[in-house]
């Protein structure tokens, strides 16, 4: 049995409290997001917010009315909604103007000299995430009573609306003491640490904090997560593998995965994931503005998926794939403004999701994949724009990693240029739109052309492969997972295979019978 691991960490409530984690970064389950409105659904959605807190304020002590009063205060601050509406004349959309405008209220407040005032920055946080939840229909959901909170930091209100009765305590991987949870905590007596630093545990593990002592321990055998080294480009899709072609080539075979739902069938000891399609996690733009929300997404697999490698693909939105509260956008079809189009045409989606996967790559082997990439400028912008929130991250001190950024390789014309894409880290066939394009098919009618468009697409996977110059190249569309395409991809120099899961063991015991060069094996 492993043993209780001890880290050290600030006081910032006395006593001694010991319960199952909760763990705050975890992606709950919730409805369907419904989608948002312009102004007017904002101001519901803020006085659907203040209700909920006048709510809390009820009955509360002199020091918890006036955290709330201060929060209702911010709400009903013109400012705040001038500076909104002038972001939506702007175009912008309802949620990502009310995003933009508390992140920069937050980012002024987390940049003060007094710790007093960056401890308050969590107070913003709080009501920016209440309103959002109202905006969605999805508010923020209470804990188990007699849990141990554990998170980066918390929010007052959900402190507030917590009945600490039957005990629990809170651990904080970041926080103040100075903070309005450390006052409440130590107001109502609830043990709480902060500044533990970021650690591994399990919803129900055993945790205990010591807020005499300032430390945590783990009984569970948890872990310190320290920030990991820069992971070289070419290490993005390689990883150890016992399936091997009949002449002994080696063969890495992942798995697609579509639906958080599936993260759980994940097994890290038979297959990473080379492709997770993140715009059937975030269905609404709602959920594109809940940073949080895709965190705990992205951190879920790669932590499922242990030191096995994990590709997640950037929003693919547009033409089949809608995303509810973008409808008005015009070009929104097949060959318009989707995928990386979309996100470059729509900063404000993208940066939102790379912030929320540069704090997830410190909890696996991240890659980050562009959809429809056709011009080498777009990986350039894109690449910009991740170190441009990079940068913001660090001056918060978030814990974040610059991942690998590849593409999608499902644009004729981007395949006929492989060699162009000199700053792309590693390329990835998606024969579904490649053959799409390729034959002038419709999406509905793709099923009847594939088989006829299949040897024009093989042959420029081909030429394409030779283009890529050595780096790490894989497949993910529907061409993987059919056994008969097999002896033309692997003659085509393709050594990583993506898949469905349930195409996975038929894949395997084809890849067994072949050649490297997609010959059958002899006896076969």
Known sequence: MAEPLRLKAKSASP???????????????????RAVGGYSALEKAIDISIGELERLAEGADAESRDIIDFQIEVLRDPTIAEATGARMEADENVVFAWVATLDAYIGELEAADEEQM????????????????????????????????????????????????????????AGSTAGHVALLARAKSVPMVVGTGRFSAADGDRVRVDGDAGAVVL??????????????AGDTQTGSSELRTADGVPIQLSININDPAEIDALDPATAGVGLMRSEFSVTSIADAA??????????????????????????????????????????????????????????????????????????????????????????DRM????????????????????????????????????????????????TNDLTQYLAASARDDIDADASKAAPAVLRLITQAVKLAA???????????????????????????????????????????????????????
């Open 383 to 430: 690449r910009e724009l991740f170190r441009e929130e990079a940068e913001k991250l660090g001056r918060r001190a978030v814990l974040h990693r610059m991942p690998p950024i590849g593409m999608m390789v499902e644009v004729p014309a981007a395949a006929l240029m492989l060699d162009a894409f000199g700053s792309a880290a590693f390329f990835s066939f998606g």
């Open 470 to 524: 050595g780096k790490p190249t894989s497949i993910c569309g529907d061409m993987a997972g059919n056994p008969g395409y097999l002896p033309g991809l692997l003659a085509a120099g393709l050594r990583h295979f993506s898949v469905a899961p349930a195409r996975r063991p038929a894949i395997r015991s084809a890849i067994i019978g072949l050649n490297a060069d997609g010959t059958r094996a002899a006896g076969e």
């Open 219 to 232: 009984q569970a055998g948890g872990m310190l997560i320290p920030a990991p080294a820069q992971m070289p």
């Open 290 to 379: 809940n940073e949080e929300r895709q965190l705990a997404i992205y951190r879920r697999v790669l932590e499922q998926a242990g030191d096995r490698p994990v590709i997640i693909r950037m929003l693919d939105i547009g033409g089949d794939k809608p995303l509810a509260g973008l409808e008005d956008l015009p070009a929104l079809s097949a060959s318009g403004l989707r995928g990386i189009r979309l996100l470059l045409a729509r900063p404000e989606i993208a940066r939102v999701q790379a912030r929320a996967l540069l704090r997830a790559a410190v909890f696996g082997r991240l890659s980050v994949m562009l959809p429809m990439v056709t011009f080498p400028d777009e990986i």
């Open 118 to 173: 960056r401890a308050r920055a969590v107070d913003i946080l709080d009501i920016k995430n209440r309103v959002l939840g109202a905006l969605a229909g999805t508010p923020i959901a209470d804990f188990p009573p007699g849990s141990v909170f554990v998170g980066k930091d918390m929010e007052p209100s959900r402190f507030l609306a917590h009945d600490w009765s039957k005990g629990g305590g809170i651990a904080l991987f």
């Open 15 to 33: 006593g001694i409290a010991s319960g199952p984690a909760f763990l705050a970064e975890r992606p709950d389950a919730v409805p369907a997001s």
